[in-house]
């Protein structure tokens, strides 16, 4: 269709934005009036936007609606939130099970599909409002998880091995020394003649 206007369109009304009234973001050109979260309405700017695919949100509602859920990620220090934004208009959306990489080819280069880096465990885009980075790769929060007993990670609590990731104790025990003498804890046997 023609844009017989001549003014780039809304990302929100598809109607024509014209400079004065233009706010801008991931290429796309809004009206100020326009530039709302698409939950709760309220006014965004550059601080306050988080973008998903063609829909903008403020950080709140963003989070609530595709950041990780689950207990530990309150929204303060000692806090345990269930609300999960229905009040919002959310939907709750089922995490899919914890699996393990797929991904023969772990190079960055071949996780670059699009534009935005994949996700070693789900292959999915990782956005930055939901990166975390570990063993070199972006990771979704969610899926930053050991490949054996699904433990969060933090960055200093993992250890990798062939493009996988592990908490300390399942690494020391699937990859870690093995055979007399190399007991875990001070109730192991040790050997003295």
Request: net charge positive; hydrophobic share 25%.
């Given at each position: 269709?023609?844009?017989?206007?001549?003014?780039?369109?809304?990302?929100?009304?598809?109607?024509?934005?014209?400079?004065?009234?233009?706010?801008?973001?991931?290429g796309n050109s809004?009206?100020?009036?326009?530039?709302?979260?698409?939950?709760?309405k309220k006014n965004?700017?550059?601080?306050?936007?988080?973008?998903?695919?063609?829909?903008?949100?403020?950080?709140?509602?963003?989070?609530?609606?595709?950041?990780?859920?689950?207990?530990?990620?309150?929204?303060?220090?000692?806090?345990?939130?269930?609300?999960?934004?229905?009040?919002?208009?959310?939907?709750?959306?089922?995490?899919?099970?914890?699996?393990p990489t797929t991904?023969?080819?772990?190079?960055?280069?071949?996780?670059?599909?699009?534009?935005?880096?994949?996700?070693?465990?789900?292959?999915?885009?990782?956005?930055?409002?939901?990166?975390?980075?570990?063993?070199?790769?972006?990771?979704?929060?969610?899926?930053?998880?050991?490949?054996?007993?699904?433990?969060?990670?933090?960055?200093?609590?993992?250890?990798?091995?062939?493009?996988?990731?592990?908490?300390?104790?399942?690494?020391?025990?699937?990859?870690?020394?093995?055979?007399?003498?190399?007991?875990?804890?001070?109730?192991?046997?040790?050997?003295?003649?």
């Amino acid at each position: 269709m023609p844009n017989w206007g001549g003014g780039k369109k809304c990302g929100v009304c598809q109607k024509t934005v014209y400079f004065a009234e233009e706010v801008q973001c991931e290429g796309n050109s809004f009206h100020k009036s326009c530039f709302l979260c698409m939950i709760c309405k309220k006014n965004l700017d550059s601080t306050t936007v988080a973008v998903h695919g063609e829909e903008i949100y403020c950080k709140s509602c963003y989070g609530k609606k595709y950041g990780p859920k689950g207990y530990g990620y309150g929204q303060g220090a000692g806090t345990l939130s269930t609300d999960k934004g229905e009040s919002l208009g959310i939907k709750h959306e089922e995490a899919p099970g914890h699996r393990p990489t797929t991904n023969p080819n772990a190079s960055k280069f071949a996780q670059k599909i699009g534009g935005s880096e994949r996700c070693p465990r789900c292959a999915q885009a990782v956005y930055a409002a939901e990166k975390v980075i570990g063993a070199g790769k972006s990771w979704h929060k969610s899926c930053f998880r050991c490949a054996k007993c699904g433990k969060g990670l933090e960055s200093t609590t993992l250890a990798d091995k062939d493009g996988e990731i592990y908490c300390k104790g399942c690494y020391a025990k699937n990859f870690g020394p093995k055979g007399f003498g190399f007991g875990q804890g001070a109730g192991a046997l040790v050997h003295s003649e």
